[in-house]
Each structure stands twice: as structure tokens, then as C-alpha cells.
């Protein structure tokens, strides 16, 4: 799709990307398609390049040389979903163990949450934050493990996707996870300040050193015993940054790896395994937050693989 055209009055004033879905250049074409088409450099005014919220004025012109289509997650009506609370503005959903968020960059998944989410709320298909891959997690404002269950809060509108994309990065929602580790912990209550990076394959994240050359990020977690085993731990976890696998990388640091975990382990550990863990027995028991004046608490119970091994 090749177009090029002067803004004229009715235009002036309105943000680029709202304006090109005003004008209907291609009626497929959604806002979030046309915010990744502007950072990708498709889209430009008087032969610059610019970002998603430039103001057009008008005279401005603008040139759009999209190749093709953007495309979008399929809609998976068969995955059932636990919500726990909707609302105009956000979605708190209950996520089992063993399903994706959404699927990864390339791959045509059906078994992932956003699928299901859009089966059921058609509406979060535009919602993003214009990025290249954007459209594969439309809504999704912070992630779990494929392996952890429990709370996820999903954005219903762009409005509440922007604001809670901004609070999750400044880290102003609060998150409890409960895990079920090896071991008895020698300090009950602390807090675990380690930085973390990807490891050299990228498959792993490891505790960030001297001779670290991927990037480094601060990771920060409270912790608590709740309660203790023979050999094992119920443990509190706090997490007060967002890094992938935090939690998990933290507490195996510290040398208590989660039951079921298999990248994060010990091998003295291998004997002392529980078959019925399929995977690493964490669980995002509880979200707190404000929204646009309003307070919310958002809770999910102990699923029953994490209960019976209790």
C-alpha cells in the first residue's frame, strides 16, 4: 500500500496515527497497525520520519508505504479462562500452569491466553503499544511464566494500557507470589538484591558479575518463610522489580531452588525431587493496584497440583 496525501483542515490538530484510521486508508489497517507502521518508519510527514503521537498540521504531507498487512493473533474460542474481575478498563484472569501468554515472535500458537482473551474480548485486538511484535500480545501488560499460575491483569483499552504499562515500570503494583522451595531457609524473612543478565545462550538468566556482557538489570525481592517442611520451605515472595524469572533465579541464588524447577536446580537436589511436579510449584497469589482513582485487590486461590504437594 502505497499513498500519499496533504492534511487538510478537519485533520489539523489530531494525532497521526488516529488521523490515519479517521481516514480510512486502509479499513484493515487498526491504530496499533498504524503506530508500528510509524515506528518502523513506513509512515512519514514532509518526507520525515515521526513518531505515533506527532500532531499533524495542516498542509503536512503524509506518506504511507506499508508492504502488507500486520497480521494478528488468532481469536481461540476452545481455551477456558478463570476471570476473576472485569471492568471498562482492565481484566484480572486466573491463569492456569502450563499455557503461553501469547506466542512468541514466528510462531503460529493456538494454546496461548491472549487467544482465549480474544475469543472473548474482540476489543483488545488494537491495543498495544505500537512495537514491531506488538500484535502478538495485544493487552498485555505484564507476564507470567508458561509454567506459573495465578493473577495476570490484562488492559481493556489503550488509555489503561499506557497507564499501567507506566506503573508496572516504575514499579507502583504490588505482587505476592507463593513457592515452594528446597530446603529450610537460614534468615526467615529478607530481601534478595541481586542484578540479573541473560545468560550466553539466552535461555537462562544468571546472577549479573564482574565479567557479565549481556545487559544488566536491577532485581529486587522480599521474601518470607510461611511455613516449613521436613526438607522444604512455603515461601512469600515479594518481587519488587519485574525481571524475567526473578523470583526463580533469586531464590535458587540464595541456594533454595524451586520444587519442579528444571533450568533452575541443584543437582543434590535430583533425588529429593516429587514426581508430581510437573513444573515450578510458583504461584501469583495476589495483585495490587490503583487505576484511574480506583483501588483493586486481585486474589487466586492455591491451584491443586501446588495443594497437594502442601
Not at 488468532?74 to 479462562?81: G, Q
Not at 488494537?126 to 495476570?152: C, E, M, N, Q, Y
Not at 531457609?185 to 565479567?211: F, H, P, W
Request: hydrophobic residues 35%; without cysteine; aromatic residues 8%.
Amino acid at each position: 500500500m502505497k499513498k500519499e496525501f496533504e492534511i487538510e483542515r478537519e485533520q489539523s490538530g489530531k494525532r497521526i496515527d488516529k488521523a490515519l484510521v479517521n481516514l480510512k486508508i486502509d479499513p484493515e489497517f487498526s491504530r496499533a497497525d498504524f503506530s508500528r507502521a510509524i515506528k518502523k518508519g513506513d509512515v512519514k510527514v514532509n518526507g520525515a520520519i515521526v513518531k505515533s503521537g506527532y500532531v499533524l498540521k495542516e498542509g503536512d504531507v503524509v506518506s504511507v508505504d506499508v508492504a502488507q498487512k500486520n497480521k494478528k493473533t488468532k481469536a481461540t474460542p476452545n481455551i477456558k479462562l478463570e476471570i476473576i474481575f472485569e471492568d471498562e478498563n482492565i481484566i484480572a484472569v486466573n491463569k492456569r500452569a502450563g499455557i503461553k501468554i501469547h506466542p512468541d515472535s514466528g510462531e503460529d500458537e493456538n494454546d496461548t491466553l491472549v487467544g482465549g482473551l480474544l475469543a472473548k474480548y474482540p476489543e483488545l485486538t488494537d491495543i498495544g503499544d505500537g512495537a514491531v511484535d506488538s500484535f502478538l500480545r495485544p493487552g498485555i501488560v505484564h507476564r507470567l511464566d508458561k509454567d506459573t499460575s495465578g493473577v495476570i491483569i490484562v488492559a481493556r483499552n489503550q488509555k489503561a494500557f499506557e497507564v499501567l504499562k507506566e506503573k508496572f515500570s516504575k514499579h507502583e503494583i504490588e505482587k505476592k507470589y507463593l513457592a515452594l522451595v528446597f530446603g529450610k531457609l537460614e534468615k526467615k524473612k529478607g530481601t534478595i538484591d541481586a542484578d540479573i543478565a541473560r545468560s550466553s545462550t539466552y535461555r537462562r538468566q544468571v546472577i549479573a558479575s564482574k565479567k557479565t556482557k549481556t545487559k544488566i538489570r536491577t532485581a529486587i525481592t522480599d521474601y518470607e518463610v510461611v511455613q516449613e517442611f521436613e526438607n522444604y520451605s512455603l515461601v512469600e515472595a515479594r518481587p519488587k522489580t519485574g525481571r524475567m524469572h526473578q523470583i526463580r533465579i533469586h531464590l535458587f541464588s540464595i541456594g533454595h531452588p524451586l520444587i519442579g524447577d528444571r533450568l533452575y536446580r541443584k543437582k543434590l537436589f535430583a533425588t529429593s525431587e516429587f514426581p508430581s511436579a510437573l513444573r515450578q510449584m510458583l504461584h501469583a497469589e495476589e495483585i495490587k493496584l490503583e487505576l484511574f482513582g480506583k483501588d483493586y485487590i486481585f486474589t487466586a486461590p492455591i491451584p491443586e497440583d501446588f495443594e497437594s504437594l502442601l
